[in-house]
């Protein structure tokens, strides 16, 4: 894994270096996350934010990678689900005209905190959940004047949330909606 990610670093920056533009920057949203496949949840609104860098290497095509904190899960009657993650999204950059374009690729995710419990009477059973997090993203951005950039994105996880089955997650996925404002420097 960790060579997998040192070339696609590698990669990127050598793709960058020859690129029409480089793009770096801030951003920050909300994050409107539930688990799939998982009865009785209601989403949970959460803060994402962080770092992002890319290249447009065509008039057409760009890449960008982020680095994010997200917050994650859903809420339930029974307990809490709150799990908070650094994301890495890989984006490739589709522009259909102007600065509005299509956004598709891989994330992966390190599970930095969690806060996962269900109550039921006076007992509380911690809920065990995987450390890594896989899903896609497909999301539509618009690069607007002053550096400005306003993204919409959809992540649906590839891998299951909870490590073992527990009452109403027997598997689940993360599923996300972001919406977010960013700046680039560049």
Known sequence: ???????????????????????????????????????????????????FVGAKLSDKIGIQVDALYSQQGAEFDLGSFNLDYINIPMVLKYYVAGGLNIQLGPQFGVLIDD?????????INDISTNDFDISGVVGLGLDIPFGLRVEGRYNFGLTDVPDEPAIDFDKGKNSVVTLSLGYSFL
């Open 1 to 51: 894994m960790k060579k997998l990610l040192l070339v696609a670093l590698i990669g990127l920056f050598s793709m960058s270096t020859q690129a029409q533009g480089l793009d770096f920057g801030v951003k920050a949203g909300v994050n409107f996350a539930t688990i799939s496949d998982a009865t009785g949840l209601d989403n949970r609104t959460g803060f994402v934010g962080g770092l």
């Open 115 to 123: 806060d996962t419990q269900t109550v039921v009477g006076e007992v």
